[in-house]
């Protein structure tokens, strides 16, 4: 199979944003009460997307690779975690207000004039914590103050000891978290790309200090091939070293992993060498002892930390974005996104070609042979030719229709190809294997 093109290089977010809430993949959240700003909600395709984005990640990971084990950690921490990782003191973001309307920005994002009213004078730049604040309990005080996570590292970093130990993981090994972070942010925006509430898919990588440049760069080629592997195109891709002055408060090196979106280049995911930083904090903060002993060089010492930390929400917007093309004119224009097979919500769809009742039975044990193995949708509603559009939209990958000539002469069904629209017909006792091996050809022409 040939790698797939696009008609089109690019859309527009609006074209994707309408998209997402037409087909069910995400919708403004709190929609009925008029939304809450930058939080959405993920429909019934839009969670199997995002699924299959961390699916991905924690089978590249963790379950294909013996020196990486997953965790899961609380989202509220004691607060003394964020005073020893710097959260309470550093992370904090340059906040302006337009003089005119009273707009607030970000003054590293801002141009010359306010976007709301075109103003050009702006107050003194004052620092601004990101993190959402709340209380433990029923006393609303001073002592009952807490904070929710704003990245899922540190839950990694307090229970380096825990779980070294109960692993009797050798140094270099990894820890893999995916979970939900939040940050006040005071510019959110563009969709899911910027919100205060969001999932990360993070880990971090325990090495011999000396290795540690190594394993940076490792991780920064590791993270840039991952994301053509599924499909994202190599040329809408580009890896950005930080300048020393945007370099986050724990990090000796950094490097983006970014996008072009439909906006401009966006970070997807941001490789850091975190040094022995956090380790160090909570060593010297709760006491505990958080070194590792090297048995065969007999040397006692805090491991580096090289992090590759990506969100989820934005991956799902860059491989949707990345996947969008639209083909052909007039009744035969079709949407279509060329989604990577395991990224797409839906695999395979099995369409009868109508509802008469009999191609019914045959088109139900063909969806429960299918969705057994695949991740599958029947739908027998309108006819067929809007079906396959509705799949292309959706960015399944093969459609199986069961029509008349299956139940009344061959035992066979159809195999229609999202990409080429071609068709093969193979016998239903063959299908698992007909599939499989379409899917696995698609693996190979996705590749970025
Ligand atoms: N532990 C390191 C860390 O959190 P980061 O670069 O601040 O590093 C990692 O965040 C990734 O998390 C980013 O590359 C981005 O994909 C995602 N992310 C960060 N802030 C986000 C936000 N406000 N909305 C959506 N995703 C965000």
Redesign the pocket.
């Known amino acids: 199979m040939s790698p797939i093109s696009r008609t089109i290089e690019n859309t527009d977010l609006e074209t994707i944003v309408g998209l997402a809430k037409r087909r069910g993949f995400v919708f403004q959240a709190s929609e009925i009460y008029g939304g809450l700003g930058s939080t959405w909600d993920f429909g019934p395709l839009g969670v199997e997307l995002k699924r299959n984005v961390k699916d991905m990640w924690w089978k590249s990971m963790v379950r294909d690779r013996g020196d990486i084990v997953g965790m899961d950690s609380a989202i509220l921490q004691s607060p003394e975690v964020w005073k020893a990782s710097g959260h309470i003191d550093s992370f904090t973001d340059p906040l302006v207000e337009c003089g005119s309307c009273h707009r607030r920005y970000r003054a590293d994002h801002l141009g010359d004039t306010c976007e709301h009213c075109g103003a050009s004078e702006f107050s003194e730049p004052r620092q601004f914590n990101l993190l959402f604040k709340t209380f433990m309990g029923p006393i609303e005080d001073a002592a009952g103050v807490i904070y929710l996570r ?4 540190q839950g990694i970093f307090i229970n380096f000891d825990n779980v070294q130990t109960t692993t009797r993981k050798r140094i270099p090994f990894g820890i893999a978290q995916i979970g939900k ?1 939040f ?1 006040n ?1 005071v510019t ?1 925006g563009n969709f ?5 509430e ?1 999932e ?1 898919m ?1 880990m971090e990588f325990f090495c011999k200090p000396g290795s540690d440049e190594e394993w940076h760069r490792y991780w920064i080629d590791f993270s840039d091939d991952w994301f053509k592997k599924f499909g994202i195109r190599g040329d809408k891709l580009r890896v950005r070293e930080h300048e020393a002055d945007e370099l ?1 408060h724990y990090s000796k090196g ?1 490097a ?1 992993i970014e996008y072009k979106f439909p906006w401009g280049w966006g ?4 490789i ?1 060498n975190r040094t022995d930083f956090d380790l160090k904090a909570h060593i010297e903060r709760s006491g505990r002892d958080l070194s590792f002993f090297d048995d065969d060089a007999k040397e006692r010492f805090v491991p580096f930390v090289v ?1 590759p ?3 989820a ?3 799902a917007l860059a491989f949707m974005a990345d996947a969008y093309d639209e083909e052909g004119e007039g009744k035969e224009k079709r949407t279509v996104l060329h989604f990577h097979p395991d990224i797409a919500p839906v695999a395979v769809a099995v369409l009868p070609l109508s509802r008469n009742e009999k191609l019914a039975p045959t088109a139900r044990e063909v969806y429960d042979l299918v969705r057994d193995n695949f991740n599958a949708q029947f739908d027998d509603t309108q006819s067929i030719g809007r079906r396959y559009r509705r799949q292309d939209e959706i960015g399944t990958p093969l459609c199986v229709t069961v029509d008349f000539r299956t139940v009344e002469e061959d035992n066979a069904v159809t195999i229609r190809d999202r990409d080429s629209m071609e068709q093969i017909r193979v016998p239903i006792d063959g299908l698992r294997e007909a599939l499989d091996d379409q899917l696995a050809a698609l693996r190979e022409a996705c590749h970025g």
């Open positions: 704003p990245e899922t590292a972070s940050r942010e959110p899911i790309f910027r919100t205060r969001f990360q993070e986050p950094s983006d970070e997807l995911e941001t850091s992090e930390a990506m969100g929400d934005r991956s």
